[in-house]
């Protein structure tokens, strides 16, 4: 066993490096979105059937985290790092060259298969990379901002790409910047892998998680067209809750469980879990609207609606870097507290807009929102590296990571269904205290256009005002936990 000890210009190569990977990564699932509509129009299909491109992506991706997690900390986080990196540009290439949706969805199985290597084990990779406590929470905070940073860029990047070229130039732009993600990858990333080896992979644990979790994942997904009751959503309530009860009973058997299940009993690691899961689920849930907002009300386009993000990407890169200096200064409790506080009060100023809001109000609480997000995103990582052992890590990190796939899966699911219901319940409450005065049919027209926008505009400060109100209760959550002793240095085999 030898202590890692890298000079600063290495770690922050390597840092660099499983940032380009992970933004890659996660910018393509928001990118490929407004691409939906080209799709549509060149393979001839609905709305409804384009719907499973990004379906398919979220079930696969959601699947295979765990598994990737735990092959890395077995075979090595360099092997599985660039494994999922090899893998993801050859899935890129193969989705800008689909013929038809049937070869489309294919390829971005494939794509997101290998994608999903790329949290758990980029995570790792930097826990033993930077062997300081303080030095770790940094780059573990400033990674995360970019994991949150994709998302913003996306609709920048992807309307350009789109306009000018394509919608096949957003799956192809990943052949030039992948190939420079792996060069950096094969260049500066070194071998590492856990003390405790795998003997017998446990395949019937990743099998009946990965039923459960697709399961799950897609009535959260198709929820709101086919009907939370419907037969189809309660079958997949039905095979959700079976294969969760199998997969538990074989993770507390199995020698070597692919998860895990004595990490829930670390109040540490569950209380973070729960904050990741609140914070995630409330701002994914409902920032998701705002270009939906923006675009149906304000009239911009969809590349216009997309500069909307620009703030929120400054917030979180303001955040990040001052949130990395309050290690070892303030408790990480109260930090991740006070970010999530901010983030959440960021959300109630989304409550200011109506039709006839500027871009700066759209702007203003992207950017607190995402200052919030930002200064506490290195604690709220870090703490789940620090409260596991060093050999677990890239498990609880593919833990952590699906925490968050599945909450903002989650929030876009309730917070959708909360729109809708409400649209409909203000326009019955509307109607019942309106007095139509008018003579003549388009007076009635416009009647009934006031009554419509009254009640969605509503509908959407609803959504904002539970979603803030969620977050909030996330900050005063996660006061109750205990204090974390940082683990001051990691040692790993180092190949």
Not at 115 to 121: F, I, L
Not at 156 to 172: H, S, T
Not at 302 to 308: E, F, M
Request: glycine fraction near 8%.
């Amino acid at each position: 066993m030898t202590r890692t000890s890298k000079p600063p210009v290495r770690k922050s190569l390597i840092l660099i490096t499983v940032i380009l990977g992970t933004f890659l990564g996660r910018i393509d699932q928001t990118i490929v979105n407004l691409a939906l509509p080209k799709i549509i129009d060149d393979f001839h299909i609905t709305v409804s059937a384009a719907g499973w491109i990004a379906t398919a992506y979220i079930l696969a991706n959601a699947i295979f985290v765990p598994v990737w997690g735990k092959l890395g900390d077995t075979l090595g986080r360099k092997k599985v790092y660039i494994m999922g990196f090899v893998v993801f540009i050859i899935g890129s290439i193969l989705a800008g060259l689909s013929w038809n949706l049937s070869s489309m969805i294919l390829f971005r199985v494939i794509q997101a298969i290998a994608g999903s290597a790329d949290y758990p084990t980029a995570m790792a990779i930097l826990a033993v990379t930077y062997t300081d406590e303080k030095e770790r929470a940094q780059a573990l905070g400033i990674w995360s901002a970019s994991f949150a940073a994709a998302a913003v860029f996306g609709p920048l990047i992807g309307g350009p790409l789109i306009d000018n070229f394509n919608w096949r130039a957003v799956f192809l732009i990943n052949l030039p910047v992948g190939l420079v993600g792996l060069f950096m990858a094969l260049t500066y990333i070194e071998e590492s892998v856990s003390d405790k080896k795998t003997r017998v992979f446990d395949w019937f644990g990743a099998i009946t998680l990965g039923i459960s979790l697709s399961s799950f994942v897609l009535v959260l997904d198709k929820g709101i067209e086919w009907g939370w009751f419907s037969v189809s959503s309660l079958i997949c309530y039905a095979v959700t809750i079976a294969f969760l009860g199998i997969f538990i009973r074989i993770e507390s058997t199995h020698p070597e469980p692919i998860v895990d299940l004595k990490f829930f009993k670390n109040d540490i690691f569950v209380q973070a879990l729960m904050n990741n899961f609140i914070i995630f689920m409330g701002l994914m849930g409902s920032v998701f609207l705002v270009p939906v907002f923006a675009q149906t009300f304000l009239g911009y386009t969809a590349t216009q609606a997309g500069y909307i993000f620009i703030p929120m990407a400054v917030g979180l890169m303001l955040g990040a870097p001052i949130g990395g200096r309050l290690i070892g200064k303030v408790q990480t409790k109260y930090v991740i507290s006070l970010s999530t506080l901010v983030a959440g009060l960021g959300l109630m100023l989304f409550l200011r807009l109506d039709p006839r809001s500027t871009i700066i109000d759209a702007m203003a609480p992207l950017a607190v929102m995402a200052f919030g997000m930002g200064f506490g995103m290195a604690q709220r990582t870090n703490i789940v590296a620090a409260a596991v052992p060093i050999h677990e890590v890239g498990i609880a990190s593919s833990v952590l990571a699906l925490a968050r796939n599945i909450a903002g899966a989650f929030g876009i699911a309730v917070f959708g269904t909360l729109l809708n219901s409400s649209i409909e319940r203000n326009v019955l409450n509307i109607t019942k205290l309106s007095e139509f005065t008018g003579h003549t049919a388009l007076q009635y027209q416009q009647f009934v256009s006031l009554i419509t926008l009254k009640a969605q505009i509503d509908a959407y400060r609803t959504v904002f005002l539970s979603a803030g109100a969620l977050v909030c209760v996330g900050a005063f959550i996660i006061l109750t936990m205990r204090n974390v002793e940082m683990k001051k240095g990691i040692q790993v085999h180092v190949e």
